[in-house]
Every structure is written in C-alpha cells, then in structure tokens.
C-alpha cells in the first residue's frame, strides 16, 4: 500500500498576495510551485486552499489586525498564482471570508456548497494528508495541527513550503512543532521516488 491511497493533497493559499510581488508576499513562495506541480498528478484528490478576506477584515493593520491587506475577495491578489498547474484542483476552501473571524487553519473553511474541508476529506475516504504551501509558520502549520487533531496521518513535504519568519527562526520553529505533535517532514523527491 503506497502513501497515495486514500491521500489528498492540500494546497495551502498559494496566492498572488502571499507570492513575490504581492501584498504579504513570502520570501520566494513562488518557488514551491514547481514541486508542488510535480506532486499534483500524484494524487486522487487536490483541494486548494485560500484565504477569502472582505476589504475590511479583522486581520487587517486598519482594523487593528497584524497585517497588510491581504487576499480580498474577487482581486487579483486573492487568485492562485497563475504558474500553479489547478486543472487536477477537485475543490476549493475558502477561510476568514466574514469581518470578524480570522483562521490560519484551512479546517476553518468550507467550499462553495459550505462543506467543510473534513466533511469534504471524509467524504472522499481520505485518510492521510500530504500538506504542501504558504506559509509554512501560519496557514500550513494551523492545517497541520488540525489534520493530526481530526485523526489524519499527515506528511508536510518541506521543500513545497515557505515561511514568513517575522522572527528568523519562525519556520524552523514551526517545523519542529509539527514533527512533535506527529506529523512527517518529509521532502518531495522522497514522495516521488
């Protein structure tokens, strides 16, 4: 039995805001995506992830949140980058689209039909998660976390992540309270041979 059955691969907010050039953007958070477009066609199930800010969302610096804005709903900021191969994307989950709540967990969102991203894994028979995406100290660490809480066997694969690093280390920090809450750091040429 290989890692892939009864695994989805998440995509986590690879967004034109959090890429170079954009209004968060993640130091060379671009470059995750050849990786993860080797990985997609692995998988029987991709779901991707975004980030679905109102212009005056919560998180915002005006509304007296840590953050530029970021991801508002319908910009061009807000799309998946455009070099991210999203024909093999099976469903999206949009998180923090109302004012007043935030969520760096993609657990936290749901997709068009208001399904949440548990309800839509257990409904494909999902059972591990191979996470992959932006940003490796936020939004891909909240994921994880969640995943392992819900009763997945996660894997991040570390060469498809960035981090934000507000403080140097944050990603390494992250990295390292994910492996010790039980998920597997793993990089994608382990995944693909």
Same mark, same amino acid.
Not at 112 to 116: I, Q
């Given at each position: 039995m290989s890692i892939?059955?009864?695994? @989805?691969?998440?995509?986590?907010?690879?967004?034109?805001d959090?890429? %170079?050039? =954009?209004?968060l953007a993640v130091h060379e958070g671009d470059q995750i995506i050849p990786v993860v477009n080797r990985l997609i066609p692995r998988f029987p199930l991709?779901? @991707? $992830?975004?980030?679905?800010? %109102? =212009?005056?969302?919560c998180s915002f610096k005006a509304q007296g949140g840590p953050w530029p804005p970021h991801c508002v709903q319908g910009s061009r900021g807000a799309e998946m980058h455009r070099d991210l191969n999203t024909r093999a994307v099976a469903r999206y989950v949009r998180k923090a689209f109302t004012r007043d709540a935030d969520s760096y967990s993609e657990f936290g969102g749901v997709d068009?039909?208001?399904?949440?991203l548990d309800e839509l894994l257990k409904g494909h028979g999902v059972k591990t998660l191979v996470i992959v995406g932006l940003a490796t100290d936020y939004?891909?660490?909240? $994921?994880?976390?969640? =995943?392992?809480?819900? #009763?997945?066997e996660v894997y991040v694969? !570390?060469?498809? !992540?960035r981090a934000v690093n507000v403080r140097p280390d944050d990603g390494a920090k992250a990295m =390292?309270?994910? @492996?010790?809450? #039980?998920?597997?750091?793993v990089k994608s040429d382990q995944l693909l041979s």
């Open positions: 892939f059955d009864n695994a @989805a691969l998440i995509l986590v907010d690879i967004q034109n959090f890429c %170079p050039g =954009g209004a991709v779901i @991707a $992830t975004q980030d679905w800010h %109102p =212009g005056d969302h068009e039909r208001g399904r949440s939004c891909v660490r909240a $994921t994880v976390l969640d =995943g392992l809480k819900h #009763g997945y694969v !570390t060469d498809a !992540t =390292g309270e994910m @492996a010790e809450a #039980g998920a597997h750091l």
